[in-house]
């Protein structure tokens, strides 16, 4: 389920920017797919205070009631758009999502910044 929020902080942002732009032009041409898009708008719902999704794909998959297959090529196909990283984290050894904050990210600038880095350096 998603991370837990009061009402009042529970948001994120969509930005109007060339990557968002890069991924309609990816479902125009076909290098990604409608269900893609529903990925990743689960993946946005499991976005921390941080930014991180901290979701396996096949939770995804079950909350989309679709294959854990299908749900694995959709994140194989965003991760190849560069629209998420997948990131391991060294200190629990967990697994995490990051989205391309040029395209959707949640909290304040500070915290936008600081996505901006993680996700660069996971590319």
Do not use: W
């Amino acid at each position: 389920m998603p991370f837990p929020l009061n009402e009042a902080e529970r948001f994120a942002k969509v930005h109007h920017s060339r990557d968002l732009e890069s991924v309609f032009q990816a479902l125009a041409c076909r290098d990604l797919q409608p269900i893609d898009l529903c990925v990743l708008l689960a993946l946005v719902s499991h976005m921390d205070r941080v930014g991180r999704a901290r979701v396996t794909a096949t939770a995804v998959a079950s909350q989309l009631n679709i294959a854990a297959a299908s749900c694995i090529r959709a994140t194989s196909r965003l991760r190849k758009q560069k629209v998420i990283v997948k990131i391991r984290d060294p200190k629990s050894n967990s697994v995490y999502f990051v989205i391309n904050p040029f395209v959707a990210s949640i909290g304040n600038d500070q915290n936008r910044g600081h996505l901006v880095a993680q996700f660069e350096a996971a590319l």
